[in-house]
Nanobody, 129 residues
Framework: QVQLTESGGESVQVGGSLNLSCAAS???????MGWFRQAPGKEREGVAT???????NTADPVRGRFRISRDNAKNILYLQMKNLKPEDTAMYFC????????????????????????WGQGTQVTVSS
């Protein structure tokens, strides 16, 4: 079973930047990986995914501001976040899937989470004005 540990969340001001990391307990080169977030009182939603071949999908609310990447040699997943907005405030989760493909194309980003098998504990991002 893959264990995932997120880090990098903190409080920042509007317009600021953050870089989140997710360390996996085993080689994840062949796995689809993703970042998700959940704000208080809201359902978990997809942020970005990256498949085993490096193909990416990014949710509409963060496209152009957030970038997902992976370092297969280190088993670390990253999320670069720029131009942060108050609505980005949420707990951010890293997730892994038992497959190479993410299979999120054409699906609403609020429905991406059901595809994923393993989850981290989350890291809190708070954006204030």
């Amino acid at each position: 079973q893959v264990q995932l540990t997120e880090s990098g969340g903190e409080s920042v001001q509007v317009g600021g930047s953050l870089n989140l990391s997710c360390a996996a307990s085993e080689n994840f080169e062949e796995r689809c990986m993703g970042w998700f977030r959940q704000a208080p009182g809201k359902e978990r939603e997809g942020v970005a995914t990256i498949n085993g071949g490096g193909g990416k999908n990014t949710a509409d609310p963060v496209r152009g501001r957030f970038r997902i990447s992976r370092d297969n040699a280190k088993n670390i997943l990253y999320l670069q976040m720029k131009n942060l907005k108050p609505e980005d405030t949420a707990m951010y989760f890293c997730a892994a899937k038992d497959s190479f493909r993410c299979d999120v194309v054409g699906r609403p980003f609020r429905q991406w989470s059901g595809n994923f098998n393993y989850w981290g504990q989350g890291t809190q991002v708070t954006v204030s004005s």
